[in-house]
């Protein structure tokens, strides 16, 4: 394994941990000091409020957890599933994968956390236009996640399309490949 590689994955890992470590924390100012819990909303600016929100179910609310086997199932199931994006990312060797994945990751395993903690994933930001809200409240995990996937699927229509694009001729007479 290259050493290009392995830093690669070692700053995956450490975005990881600090997506994780940002959403958490941002969590915990909006829950302790500024008590969003209590006030329910505050306002920022005309565009952007801070608002309470539990979410108890995975992404846009489906698969809400009405019971505690629920919660734990759905702990359960995201926790496999960051597992397998752990294991994609340390498999990846481009820093634009890992990048992508890293964020998941990260994102992933801050709204695990809130979900074994409490119960539900603490949502918070409320970007709106009037009553038009073009996404619903969230977090910053869920928009590290957001980001990544969008990272992850740009990578994979540009690569693929650059790579039929390319002649296999010229392919196998790149200096990269020789």
């Not at 005309?46 to 809400?64: I, Y």
């Not at 399309?161 to 392919?171: L, Q, Y």
Request: hydrophobic share 55%.
């Amino acid at each position: 394994m290259s050493s290009i590689v392995t830093k690669n994955r070692l700053i995956g890992l450490a975005i990881a941990v600090i997506v994780c470590a940002a959403d958490q924390y941002i969590k915990w100012l909006v829950r302790v000091p500024l008590e969003l819990r209590e006030k329910g909303v505050i306002e920022l600016i005309p565009f952007f409020d801070l608002r309470w929100t539990q979410n108890f179910g995975v992404s846009l609310g489906m698969f809400e957890a009405t019971s505690m086997e629920m919660r734990w199932i759905l702990v359960l199931v995201t926790a496999l599933i960051a597992v397998v994006v752990l294991v994609w990312m340390l498999r990846e060797r481009s820093m634009g994968e890992i990048l992508g994945l890293s964020l998941i990751l990260g994102g992933a395993l801050g709204n695990i956390y809130d979900r074994y903690a409490w119960g539900y994933v603490i949502d918070y930001a409320d970007l709106h236009f009037g009553e038009f809200r073009p996404f619903l409240i969230f977090n910053i995990a869920d928009a590290a996640i957001t980001i990544g996937v969008l990272i992850i699927l740009a990578r994979s229509f540009f690569l693929r399309d650059s790579e039929e694009s390319t002649p296999k001729d010229a392919k196998a007479a790149s200096p990269e490949t020789n």
